[in-house]
């Protein structure tokens, strides 16, 4: 005879606590960091700030392209022929913008890669080991640092890590000035949204475990019905 009892469900080991306990593990944190929504805030936070660093270098690098080639150009072109003024300020202005999108290309990829790898590192650092600290921002820098420098040999390498720190730590000390005068750090924040996203869990759980209750208890009531029907014919007999 089978001795197993399917008269309900057993009670969790996290009686009290639910089924979905916080997580803790830091590979469990990283996970849920990239789970709990289809995009998270996190990436999105990567692709904009990668995006904006784009656009700051170009204007960086395009900028004075476009004065120095415009100036070349007007020093070049004294002895042409134009047909008006119009036509030797346009010429003038074709030949700043070529300056202007080809050498904004070029630090305009740079800046975003870098960007994107020091704050990808940087995030990952902060989930993974639950807390947000100079030393995120500083290894971060020194990681892209050496990416971009490491074609040069073991000398690019240090010195672009040198260089990925001294930028790292000021850049990381002011992102966390500034997540403090927000009024909530994105770590507290990741915080509050895990412990939300728990209790949601939690109650989703009891929900369930109460339908499952109440299932099991009609179920006992609809076999007790019978045998008591039973019970009473045999004593009225």
């Known amino acids: ?62 900028l004075p392209a476009f004065r120095h080639a415009r100036k070349e150009f007007i020093a070049r072109s004294h002895g042409e022929l134009f047909q008006n003024r119009a036509d030797a300020v346009q010429s003038a202005h074709r030949a700043g913008l070529r300056s202007f999108i080809r050498y904004g290309w070029r630090w305009s990829w740079r800046v975003a890669a870098f960007v994107a790898i020091f704050n990808t590192v940087s995030t990952g650092l902060s989930v993974y080991r639950n807390k947000t600290t100079i030393s995120n921002f500083a290894a971060a820098g020194a990681l892209a640092g050496a990416l971009f420098r490491m074609h040069l040999g073991l000398h690019g390498l240090a010195g672009g890590s040198v260089f990925g720190i001294v930028f790292g730590i000021p850049a990381g000390g002011l992102l966390m000035v500034m997540q403090k005068l927000a009024g909530e750090t994105l770590q507290e924040k990741r915080n509050r949204e895990r412990r939300e996203l728990y209790e949601q869990k939690l109650e989703e759980w009891q929900s369930r475990l109460g339908v499952t209750e109440v299932l099991g208890q009609t179920e006992s009531n609809a076999q007790g019905g019978p045998q008591r029907e039973i019970a009473r014919e045999s004593r009225s007999c």
């Open 1 to 62: 005879m089978n001795n197993c009892s399917t008269a309900g469900p057993q009670p969790s080991r996290h009686e009290g606590l639910g089924p979905f306990p916080p997580p803790q593990r830091r590979w469990t944190r990283s996970a849920t960091c990239v789970e709990r929504q289809r995009f998270p805030e996190e990436t999105v936070n990567i692709i904009k700030s990668a995006f904006s660093g784009g656009v700051i270098g170009w204007v960086y690098g395009g």
